[in-house]
């Protein structure tokens, strides 16, 4: 079932396509991430499916109604803004029931929902305390609890976690699914960090100056990036250009100054003398002293970075090229600045992209 | 504080408050000191406070220039009608003033200023001035009574000066901008996603403004209504030139009574009245103010 439907949306600001020709589906119960860089257009996507912004054209269906006309106080989506926007002339429980009142709810059945509200974010007991009284964690939950108690078809989260600090950012991510799954309505999320989008979603969409970019699960955006934006947008990458050539038995790609060509992936469907990157990600790159089987790339290390629970291996290959190794737990102690290597993958960890 | 040190700050909280003392709060005493003489044919025009004779210092205060201004009602009715034209023309001026700053606030950024430029616009002209030129326009034959006239709207002039309309309208007019300018403070900066939060939470846009926008100003109408309720109130300059004889405010009163009664002792006390009378909205405004602050 779909509960959201955009259908060629687009809206300029002056010359610049904020959002152009951007169709998206989204299943009801899912939690779906825009993710982008600041600028890419998500949120003006996102204040356009809450009403704030109409698109010059397209057409927004929310739950089989098209609602591209209606204003947002007909719309049954809610957000919870970035800033949280929590009302600071009332209280936590006023904040909650503001909605409930705009429905001409009974003030029995409100005071229930606001309690209900509060219990599902942790709140209980903080109904009489006005905002500026709450730490930003406290706010986030109000926020959240405000746009949650209508029960919208659709929650629009604009960069959910984006004010608080880390620590409290990975804590948050983790309740915020729990309370998607116990309410099961579905959630739209628009992040800048990839992290964040991996993490949560169940479903990706990938944008780039106003337009979608790629579509897909969590692992499938990053194990089979669409194009070199979205394979070094989400996550550390290894690009290498070139140019597809014949290989050793397979597909390969020349990479000028290298003597040998890169071998592809099997089962690819490209022209020789195609322009064409190489993406590797850097957990999969192999480091040896000596030199193993198949292909491998002679580098220098350049240095290690310590992360706690992996390294990163910087290195310079032979030609000048920079790449980057992530080595888990203590493996990367072998390896000291100035060490000569090979570095290795195996060919079907490697993604071609030509676009 | 860095480097200012206690001597630093004291000259620093001194000076105005030496400034306050002198020309604010010594003035105020000579003012309630003559309050409490009587009226004498001389100069000055009222009795010493204190004399000295050969058995020591003697104090002369009476009250009764308050005992005065309670018995005859012409004050009490006096005070009353200040009050009402200040209520009134407070009310008016909040319900003319509130759509202008929503206008300016709401205004693109570039046609801000010059908005709000308008707005101050009278000030350039002197504030005497202007109220004369509403006698030119609203004489028996001045402008407007021409003019309706001429389009064959009426066929006899309108009384519309020397009566409460032209006070009213006198008050309304001078005190406009004093309403505008806080009332656009307090509008300019009031985040537009709380709005946008409330409309999306299912709020008409007349909900969004009597739930979300009339009590975040609110500080805005206070200070507004303040800057025109207490001036309002003393006002003698609008009520001399364009009131009529019904016209009773307590700052014309007193101004009969220090120059044409040459009554300096009950002027004085009418003023003391007047301030001990507006002390008190002020402290309740300023008291509710510092507590939105706060919150």
């Known amino acids: 079932m779909v509960v959201l439907e955009i259908v060629g949306a687009s809206k300029h600001f002056g010359a610049t396509a904020a959002v152009d020709e951007v169709s998206l589906s989204v299943e009801r119960g899912a939690l779906f991430a825009l993710l982008g860089p600041s600028g890419c257009g998500k949120t003006t996507l996102l204040r356009m499916i809450a009403g704030f912004e109409s698109p010059e054209k397209g057409r927004i269906v929310i739950d089989g109604v098209d609602v591209t006309a209606l204003p947002p106080y007909a719309r049954p989506v809610n957000m919870m803004f970035q800033s949280y926007a929590l009302f600071p002339h009332m209280d936590v429980a006023g904040n909650i029931a503001f909605g409930l009142r705009q429905e001409g709810m009974g003030r029995r059945r409100i005071a229930g929902r606001v309690d209900e509200m509060l219990a599902l974010v942790q709140m209980t007991g903080y109904g009489h305390r006005r905002p500026h009284e709450l730490s930003g964690g406290q706010r986030q939950r109000v926020a959240l609890g405000r746009a949650l108690a209508k029960m919208p078809k659709l929650l629009l989260l604009d960069e959910p976690l984006a004010a608080l600090d880390r620590k409290l950012r990975a804590e948050t991510r983790l309740e915020l699914i729990g309370i998607q799954e116990r309410v099961g309505i579905t959630f739209l999320v628009v992040t800048h960090d990839q992290e964040e989008a991996l993490s949560m979603a169940s479903r990706v969409a990938v944008m780039k100056e106003g337009r979608l970019v790629q579509i897909g699960s969590p692992s499938e955006i990053y194990e089979r990036p669409s194009s070199r934006f979205v394979a070094d947008f989400v996550g550390e990458v290894n690009l290498l250009e070139g140019e597809l050539a014949a290989g050793f038995n397979c597909l390969a790609l020349a990479v000028a100054g290298f003597e040998k060509p890169i071998p592809l992936p099997p089962g690819m469907n490209l022209t020789h003398g195609t322009a064409a990157a190489l993406a590797v990600r850097p957990e999969k790159l192999v480091l040896s002293r000596v030199l193993p089987n198949g292909f491998a790339i002679a580098a220098t290390v350049s240095s290690v970075s310590y992360l706690g629970g992996g390294s990163i291996v910087h290195l310079v290959t032979r030609q000048g090229r920079a790449l980057k190794a992530y080595l888990p737990g203590t493996a990367a102690v072998r390896f000291t600045r100035g060490d000569a290597l090979w570095a290795a993958w195996s060919r079907e960890d490697t993604t071609v992209l030509t676009e | ?295």
């Open chain 2, 1 to 295: 504080m860095i480097g200012i040190g206690r001597l630093g700050r004291l000259t620093l909280i001194g000076v105005p408050f030496l400034w306050l003392a002198l020309f604010f709060l010594l003035p105020l005493l000579i003012v309630v000191k003559i309050s409490l003489a009587d009226s004498v044919v001389g100069i000055p025009p009222y009795t010493p406070l204190v004399t000295r004779d050969v058995t020591g210092l003697k104090l002369h205060a009476t009250l009764a220039n308050f005992v005065l201004l309670a018995s005859d009602d012409l004050y009490l009715r006096a005070y009353l009608g200040s009050l009402a034209n200040a209520a009134l023309a407070t009310v008016l001026c909040l319900l003319l003033g509130y759509p202008i700053a929503y206008a300016i606030a709401g205004a693109r950024g570039a046609q801000r200023q010059p908005l709000l430029f308008l707005v101050m616009l009278p000030f350039w002209t002197s504030f005497l001035i202007r109220v004369y030129a509403w006698i030119a326009i609203l004489e028996p034959n001045g402008l407007l009574n021409e003019f309706l006239i001429g389009i064959g709207l009426i066929s006899t002039p309108l009384p519309l000066l020397n009566n409460q309309f032209s006070v009213e309208l006198g008050l309304v007019y001078s005190y406009l901008p004093f309403m505008i300018l806080p009332l656009y403070g307090s509008l300019s900066t009031l985040d537009e996603s709380l709005l946008e939060a409330a409309a999306d939470l299912g709020a008409r846009p007349f909900r969004v403004f009597l739930g979300v926008v009339l009590p975040l100003t609110s500080p805005g109408i206070a200070a507004g209504s303040l800057l025109v309720f207490i001036p309002a109130i003393g006002e003698f300059v609008i009520p001399d030139l364009l009131g009529g004889p019904d016209t009773l405010m307590i700052g014309k009163v007193l101004w009969d009574e220090f120059f044409n009664n040459r009554d300096w002792p009950v002027a004085s006390a009418v003023a003391v009245v007047l301030v001990a009378a507006l002390a008190i909205p002020i402290l309740a405004a300023q008291k509710y103010l510092e507590r939105e602050r706060a919150a």
